[in-house]
């Protein structure tokens, strides 16, 4: 699961997220404001640059375990 959330309104889900032990969540806060997410992105313009980079890893990961 990842949740990216720029808002103070998203606090809520990430902490409901990280309560979860049967996954691993990647709760991502935009901005520099304090959170309960462990990872950040300084500005909502690399959101887009980050998700490409995410799921291009993700991709090669999932083809390296059909091989």
Same mark, same amino acid.
């Given at each position: 699961?990842?949740? $990216?959330?720029?808002?103070?309104?998203?606090?809520?889900?990430?902490?409901?997220?990280?309560?979860?032990? +049967?996954?691993?969540?990647?709760? $991502?806060?935009?901005?520099?404001?304090?959170?309960?997410?462990p990872?950040s992105?300084?500005?909502?313009?690399?959101?887009? !640059?980050? !998700?490409?980079?995410?799921?291009? $890893?993700?991709? +090669?990961?999932?083809?390296?375990?059909?091989?």
């Amino acid at each position: 699961v990842v949740a $990216i959330g720029d808002d103070s309104t998203d606090e809520d889900m990430f902490e409901a997220l990280l309560l979860h032990k +049967d996954f691993k969540p990647y709760c $991502i806060k935009v901005g520099r404001e304090a959170s309960h997410a462990p990872y950040s992105i300084a500005d909502q313009r690399d959101v887009n !640059l980050f !998700l490409r980079n995410f799921l291009s $890893i993700m991709d +090669d990961r999932h083809e390296a375990h059909l091989s």
